[in-house]
Every structure is written in C-alpha cells, then in structure tokens.
C-alpha cells in the first residue's frame, strides 16, 4: 500500500531491532527514512531486549506477525536456537543479523558481509586483492565471508593469534598476529577491532608506516566519523573507506529482504551522517 505521508495506521507493517543497548542505534532514522521515501507503510522500532528474554522476544515476532527484524550485540548468535531456518550465510559467519517472516516462518541470515563488501567495492574492486584484516571477532567473520565470496585474497591478524587461526582455518586464509604486519603485502586493510573508537580516538591499529604500503584502509569504527586510522589514510593519500557505509549497507541489503525493494542508500547515509556529526 502507497501512502503520501508516513502515517502510521492499521495496515503499517512493523520492523524491529533486537539488541541490548539499542537506544544510541541509527537503523530507525536510516530505515524510516527510506521507507518514507518509497512511500512503503512500514516502521521500524527498536526493542531493547534482554539476554533471558531472547527466546520470549523471538516469539513476539511470530506472535505478534512481525514482519522482519535486525538483531544486534549481544543477541546475534542467541537468536539462531529459536528461528524456523537459518540460512548458509548466517551459518558460516555464525550469527544472524536480519529476520524475515515469510508468513509465520522465521528465517534468519547475515547481511554484514554485504555491508563491508559494497562499501569497499564503492572504491576499489575486491577481486584479486590481498586484504589484510585485523581483528578475529563476530565482524571480522563476516568482512572475511564476504571478500572471499567476492573474490579477493584475506590475510586474518590478531592480536590473539589463536582467534586469529580459528578464523584462518575456517575461511582457509593465512592467519597471524599484529607484528606479522611488517612482514606481509597487502593492498588493502581492514580495522575490525574496536581501537580507535571514541573515547579512545587518539589510537589507530597500525602506525603511519605501516599503512603506507597500503592503496585502500577501511576502518568499520564510525564513532568517531574518521577515525585516527582513516586520518593517516588520508594523509598517505590512500582509498579510505568509512565505517558508517557499512553500516548503510548491511541495512540496505535487509530492507530489500524485508520489502523487495531497493532503498536510496544515498539518501539513508546522509541521514545517519547529519545525526552523527551534531552528536559527535
Ligand atoms: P565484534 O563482534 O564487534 O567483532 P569482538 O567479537 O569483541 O567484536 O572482537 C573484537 C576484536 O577486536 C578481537 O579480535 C579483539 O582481539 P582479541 O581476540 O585479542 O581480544 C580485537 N581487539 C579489541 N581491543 C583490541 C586492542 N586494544 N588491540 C588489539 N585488538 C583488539
């Protein structure tokens, strides 16, 4: 149904984010703007849900004939127990981002691999490169699903080498920690940790001279908007790629889920970036 105005009535089909916290997310203002846009008679909530009602909340959405759902920290893997089916994708990256009711069926997959792919391919082609990702966490997981779907060569480091060989295993990449970065080539890299993130926006993962072997740096850290890494990348004159796409991305690939549509991604980042920069 097509309405002019975002007016909620009674045919608006609802989306929710599942997550704790969820009071600081920006998917209702990226959402609903796009929805409005399109003149879809959606909503999108947020419902802070907490971990011994995970099961409960999951049960609301077929109870209560949600339409789809974003799950977010720290529900991600929690949920899968009590969805119908769980794609591949989810599966392999080993937790659920997205939830579509397919008329009563809750079926679960993972679009954060879209989210860093699109962001990165906005810049610079993925196949055929070498990227080398830092960090070995639920994120990390997902950036190396995609850009092995996409073709391009993953060198996983972290700071725990253990994590860092479970992933390389897994995904069958070369693995390593944080000083083996002085020792390999890359042409692109990939910030997945948490250093850099406000209030510890002084710090970046790698130093100038180790990023300037580099032609691309994606950080998926966007508080701040450009991080400390982002600044040496510029200043190297390398690609840089800002972790807020990826969150755009990761929320464009599960809307068209949800609607069958193909939102204004443009229209969605300007609006998160407008929120950040007055509350940064
Ligand atoms: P997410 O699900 O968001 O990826 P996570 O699963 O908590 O988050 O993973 C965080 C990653 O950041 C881990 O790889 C962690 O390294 P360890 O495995 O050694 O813990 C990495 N990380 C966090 N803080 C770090 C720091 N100060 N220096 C280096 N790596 C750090």
């Given at each position: 149904m097509?309405?002019?105005?975002?007016?909620?009535?009674?045919?608006?089909?609802?989306?929710?984010?599942?997550?704790?916290?969820?009071?600081?997310?920006?998917?209702?203002?990226?959402?609903?703007?796009?929805?409005?846009?399109?003149?879809?008679?959606?909503?999108?909530?947020?419902?802070?849900?907490?971990?011994?009602?995970?099961?409960?909340?999951?049960?609301?959405?077929?109870?209560?004939?949600?339409?789809?759902?974003?799950?977010?920290?720290?529900?991600?893997?929690?949920?899968?127990?009590?969805?119908?089916?769980?794609?591949?994708?989810?599966?392999?990256?080993?937790?659920?981002?997205?939830?579509?009711?397919?008329?009563?069926?809750?079926?679960?997959?993972?679009?954060?691999?879209?989210g860093a792919t699109d962001s990165l391919e906005e810049h610079i082609p993925i196949h055929g490169k070498t990227i080398i990702v830092v960090g070995a966490g639920g994120s990390s997981r997902a950036i190396i699903y995609g850009i092995k779907k996409r073709g391009g060569k993953v060198i996983v480091l972290n700071r725990t080498l253990s994590k860092a060989e479970e992933l390389g295993k897994l995904f069958q990449c070369d693995f390593g920690t944080l000083a083996d970065i002085d020792n390999i080539q890359g042409d692109i890299l990939i910030n997945t940790t948490s250093v850099g993130m406000t209030p510890n926006h002084q710090q970046s993962i790698v130093t100038e001279k180790q990023l300037a072997k580099f032609q691309c740096v994606f950080d998926i850290v966007y508080n701040p908007l450009e991080t400390q890494l982002l600044k040496l990348g510029k200043k190297l004159n390398l690609k840089v790629v800002p972790g807020l796409k990826m969150l755009i991305y990761q929320g464009a690939g599960a809307f068209k889920l949800w609607t069958g549509q193909q939102p204004d991604t443009e229209l969605m980042y300007q609006t998160a970036l407008n929120y950040l920069q007055k509350e940064q």
């Open positions: 097509q309405l002019r105005e975002n007016q909620i009535n009674g045919s608006t089909q609802l989306i929710v984010l599942i997550g704790n916290p969820v009071s600081h997310s920006m998917s209702p203002l990226m959402h609903n703007v796009a929805f409005k846009q399109l003149g879809l008679n959606y909503c999108y909530l947020c419902c802070q849900v907490f971990e011994n009602q995970v099961e409960a909340a999951v049960n609301g959405l077929r109870a209560l004939n949600i339409k789809g759902a974003n799950v977010t920290v720290p529900h991600k893997q929690a949920v899968i127990p009590f969805l119908d089916e769980v794609d591949e994708t989810a599966n392999i990256i080993g937790s659920v981002n997205t939830i579509i009711n397919k008329n009563g069926k809750l079926s679960g997959t993972n679009t954060d691999w879209i």
